[in-house]
T-cell receptor, first 114, second 115 residues
Framework: AQKITQTQPGMFVQEKEAVTLDCTYDTSDPSYGLFWYKQPSSGEMIFLIYQGSYDQQNATEGRYSLNFQKARKSANLVISASQLGDSAMYFCAMTVRTGTALIFGKGTTLSVSS | EAQVTQNPRYLITVTGKKLTVTCSQNMNHEYMSWYRQDPGLGLRQIYYSMNVEVTDKGDVPEGYKVSRKEKRNFPLILESPSPNQTSLYFC??????????????FGPGTRLTVL
């Protein structure tokens, strides 16, 4: 069975600092994709970044990067230069093989202060 | 604008009163799915559909029904809602299976309260 674990219920960071949100995954399938979504207080789900299991390089999207360590089965999200607008819930998710269901972790709440 | 729409956005109802939450996408996506989000549990898949007239159970299907008569629509039906179905519901769609990069586009969510 596939599983996503996010061990940090809440994280606190000051503006302009970098922050790492942890995500570990468990699957025996060699083909999988890893996603990060942001959910602000308004409730919508915003796609941030994707990493495929066969991708050789870590994914980056602007201030977001995914620290993919395959042997450790971790896919941590790194946000550089945090902004107040980054305050939100962040979900790590995984899809395997044919990419039907997204399996979500329980989320990490990030609070950015000035 | 490419989007997934859900209606209603907010609903308060009583136990046992049948309700339908509609979901529609304008991206010609093959795959559609319903999730529920509960505090401390993340999002869990209720049902999904890989194409018209093809639906299957997700992780938490009990108490829900779906149908996919048209490609763009995927309504969620609660025949006899109970308080434990109070939750935030998301509809999502994506191009389809066959690729790992199956980015799912989410609707704005429906907050349901069952009294």
């Amino acid at each position: 069975a596939q599983k996503i674990t996010q061990t940090q219920p809440g994280m606190f960071v000051q503006e302009k600092e970098a922050v790492t949100l942890d995500c570990t995954y468990d699957t025996s399938d060699p083909s999988y994709g890893l996603f990060w979504y942001k959910q602000p207080s308004s409730g919508e789900m915003i796609f941030l970044i994707y990493q495929g299991s066969y991708d050789q390089q870590n994914a980056t999207e602007g201030r977001y990067s995914l620290n993919f360590q395959k042997a450790r089965k971790s896919a941590n999200l790194v946000i550089s230069a945090s902004q107040l607008g980054d305050s939100a819930m962040y979900f790590c998710a995984m899809t395997v093989r044919t990419g039907t269901a997204l399996i979500f972790g329980k989320g990490t709440t990030l609070s950015v202060s000035s | 604008e490419a989007q997934v729409t859900q209606n209603p956005r907010y609903l308060i109802t009583v136990t046992g009163k049948k309700l339908t939450v509609t979901c529609s996408q304008n991206m010609n996506h093959e795959y559609m799915s319903w999730y529920r989000q509960d505090p401390g549990l993340g999002l869990r898949q209720i049902y999904y559909s890989m194409n018209v007239e093809v639906t299957d159970k997700g992780d938490v299907p009990e108490g829900y029904k779906v149908s996919r008569k048209e490609k763009r629509n995927f309504p969620l039906i609660l025949e006899s809602p109970s308080p434990n179905q109070t939750s935030l519901y998301f509809c999502a769609s994506s191009l389809g299976t066959g690729t790992l990069y199956n980015e799912q586009f989410f609707g704005p969510g429906t907050r349901l309260t069952v009294l």
